[in-house]
Nanobody, 127 residues
């Protein structure tokens, strides 16, 4: 059983920063990929960023490049999403996701390819 525990959401003014963390409780191996998705009210869940654990390759949705940075702490099986220059349109519930085992045809941006999810953390950016 893998549990993902998120922290760091909150309310911030436009232009501000927030740092989200997600700790994965994994006993026997490291993750294959970990990622972040977000879902605004009335919208579908969308890809934000992902990291491949083996070589720390990171991926971002194009609109967020340059503002969001994803990193990891190997020792703690934790990913950190640093969000800068936040905009009101970044307001959403942010979900951490993990894929532990390899998957043929895996797409880091496809939420259905992740087996484990956190409970979500609210990020609200005021104008």
């Amino acid at each position: 059983q893998v549990q993902l525990v998120e922290s760091g959401g909150g309310l911030v003014q436009a232009g501000g920063s927030l740092r989200l963390s997600c700790a994965a409780s994994i006993r026997t191996s490291s993750p294959y990929y970990m990622g972040w998705f977000r879902q605004a009210p009335g919208k579908e869940r969308e890809f934000v960023s992902a990291i491949r654990w083996s070589d720390s390759s990171t991926y971002y949705t194009d609109s967020l490049k340059g503002r969001f940075t994803l990193s990891k702490d190997n020792a703690k099986n934790t990913v950190i999403l640093q969000m800068n220059s936040l905009k009101p349109e970044d307001t959403a519930v942010y979900f951490c996701a993990a894929r532990i085992s390899n998957l043929s045809g895996f797409s880091f941006a496809n939420p259905s390819h992740y087996a484990y999810w956190g409970q979500g953390t609210q990020v609200t950016v005021s104008s």
